[in-house]
């Protein structure tokens, strides 16, 4: 009977253990969904050299977030932010930390919602722009728009497969989302009497952004992936290369509950092999063998 109350009071030990840690991490994870959105940084003017880009809290004069060096084309990845009111500046690159931005702008971030910001238009002319990212689409579609970032092609026109995603856009414009069939498809823009073709896949329940470029060799097109599907935080971004800063979450607690249940497993051996020791010594003083 003993050893039963020994067993069944170290199994509590390990469910009250897990129970413990893994309610705090669940309510971080709840509250963290609920406080949370996402931001990312573009550099969308062709004519405009490499930029530093700054996210700064709103009264907090220690930048949360500092890219280096982005050059035209470049768009990060999202960056996980809490909900609230920011600044995004812009400097030259290699600029100081303190000297006066070239582009500055605010924007407010509210939970569970994305946005671009991306620096538009031609030198002469820059601006930061900020975009309301979609992360939800239609059930059985994606969504999908066009950002005209080609200072080659002030005007063009955007297919995908023989649906028209934007006709006449202009450069530094954003044409709106349109539901579309999923699938793949040759995306054409047209402009200037010429069309430059490339092949694009759409997944059921994807958001993207499609960036029209100015290439080497022509116009290029850029898929953006936004966000890949309903309750997944946003992905977003261009394989950039360029160094950032920003907060991290906690780290998962599984390590320590399976440190606790490893400790709990540890004591349960140790207690039944001292009763069986025990039980060996009382019967050999018994019997005297």
């Known amino acids: 009977m003993k050893?039963?109350?020994?067993?069944?009071?170290?199994?509590?030990?390990?469910?009250?253990?897990?129970?413990?840690?893994?309610?705090?991490?669940?309510?971080?994870?709840?509250?963290?969904?609920?406080?949370?959105?996402?931001?990312r940084l573009a550099h969308l003017s062709p004519n405009t050299p490499a930029v530093d880009?700054?996210?700064?809290?709103?009264?907090?004069?220690?930048?949360?977030?500092?890219?280096?060096?982005?050059?035209?084309?470049?768009?990060?990845p999202y960056e996980s932010v809490t909900a609230g009111d920011y600044s995004v500046a812009m400097r030259a690159a290699g600029a100081s930390a303190t000297s006066q931005p070239v582009l500055s702008t605010s924007v407010t971030i509210k939970a569970n919602h994305a946005y671009t910001v991306?620096?538009?238009?031609?030198?002469?002319?820059?601006?930061?722009?900020?975009?309301?990212d979609a992360l939800t689409t239609p059930v059985g579609q994606s969504l999908v728009r066009v950002i005209q970032a080609s200072l080659k092609q002030h005007v063009v026109t955007v297919t995908y497969g023989s649906t028209v995603l934007a006709s006449n856009l202009s450069f530094a414009s954003v044409s709106p989302y349109q539901a579309v069939l999923p699938g793949t498809e040759t995306v054409t823009v047209t402009?200037?009497?010429?069309?430059?073709?490339?092949?694009?896949?759409?997944?059921?329940?994807?958001v993207h952004t499609l960036v029209v470029l100015d290439?080497?060799?022509?116009?290029?097109?850029?898929?953006?992936?936004?966000?890949?599907?309903?309750?997944?935080?946003?992905?977003?971004?261009?394989?950039?290369?360029f160094g950032g800063t920003a907060p991290r979450g906690p780290g998962s607690p599984v390590p320590w509950l399976a440190v606790i249940g490893a400790g709990s497993l540890l004591a349960l051996t140790g207690g039944?092999?001292?009763?069986?020791?025990?039980?060996r010594s009382h019967r050999r003083l018994r019997t005297g063998i």
């Open 3 to 39: 050893l039963q109350k020994i067993i069944r009071r170290l199994v509590m030990l390990v469910a009250a253990s897990a129970l413990l840690l893994g309610l705090p991490a669940a309510t971080s994870a709840y509250a963290s969904s609920a406080t949370t959105g996402w931001i």
């Open 215 to 241: 290439g080497a060799s022509g116009l290029e097109v850029v898929n953006l992936e936004d966000a890949s599907g309903s309750g997944k935080p946003p992905v977003g971004g261009v394989t950039t290369g």
């Open 118 to 132: 991306a620096g538009m238009g031609p030198e002469s002319g820059l601006r930061l722009q900020v975009l309301d």
């Open 191 to 206: 402009a200037g009497g010429s069309d430059t073709h490339s092949s694009v896949t759409l997944a059921a329940g994807t």
């Open 53 to 76: 880009v700054y996210l700064y809290s709103f009264g907090n004069s220690n930048a949360q977030i500092v890219l280096h060096h982005v050059a035209y084309g470049t768009v990060s």
């Open 272 to 279: 039944l092999r001292m009763r069986r020791d025990g039980l």
